[in-house]
């Protein structure tokens, strides 16, 4: 069981805005950079978001996310049926002294 | 060309060892913390072990401390994976990761799968 807690799936359909949730603790997301990545079946993750709120080079802008205490959020605004993956939350924990990954959200473009 | 390349994953039974290898281009290796990440079968990403570019600091996730030891050799620019008294749920697709200044981890490795299984 993930320390960081993410809904397991989330759906929407094209144009629409989807928000994926991950709640954590003081000791990882309170005080820790949040990151997000998108992954396909059968291929790696790839780093969607860095450092709460700051996206990669070629990461469109319809991804963005942000952080408020010990929660985080990624947010896919116009939803196409290429964003359908699995998306994960990660942060350091600094009490435990190890990364943290949710448990994944799977999501369905309807 | 940034490239991260995982060999040695393989069948092994339960108790057994494997040893994984994760050959790095692309990049000045000597620069960069490293990381191993898993993800068995149908199951999310775990984090399991990294290492900065100088060995200073190593951490491990706790349902392999005392088992694994992670290394590197900054002369091969290789990062490896010493698994030991392997279980069944070692069993996983592992990765290796690069893990930039900004604590991001930008490249992956494209995997190498473990079974354990008698």
């Known amino acids: 069981q993930s320390v960081l807690t993410q809904p397991p799936s989330a759906s929407g359909t094209p144009g629409q805005r989807v928000t994926i949730s991950c709640s954590g603790s003081s000791s990882n997301i309170g005080r820790n950079y949040v990151f997000w990545f998108q992954q396909f079946p059968g291929t790696a993750p790839k780093l969607l978001t860095y450092?709460?709120?700051q996206r990669p080079s070629g990461v469109p802008d319809r991804f963005s996310a942000s952080k408020s205490g010990t929660s985080a959020s990624l947010a896919i605004s116009g939803l196409r049926s290429e964003d359908e993956a699995d998306y994960y939350c990660a942060a350091w924990d600094s009490s435990l002294n190890v990364r943290l990954f949710g448990g994944g959200t799977k999501l369905t473009v309807l | 060309e940034v490239q991260l390349v995982e060999s040695g994953g393989g069948l092994v039974k339960p108790g057994g060892s494997l040893r994984l290898s994760c050959a790095a281009s692309g990049f000045t290796f000597t620069s960069y913390t490293m990381n191993w990440v898993r993800q068995a079968p149908g199951k999310g990403l775990e984090w399991v072990s990294s290492i900065s570019y100088n060995n200073r600091y190593i951490y491990y996730a706790a349902p392999v401390k005392g088992r694994f030891t992670v290394s590197r050799d900054n002369a091969e620019n290789s990062l490896y994976l010493q698994m030991n008294s392997l279980r069944a749920e070692d069993t996983a697709v592992y990765y290796c990761?690069?893990?930039?200044?900004?604590?991001?981890?930008?490249?992956w490795g494209q995997g190498s799968l473990v079974t354990v299984s008698s």
């Open positions: 450092r709460n709120d």
């Open positions: 990761a690069r893990e930039d200044s900004l604590e991001n981890f930008d490249y």
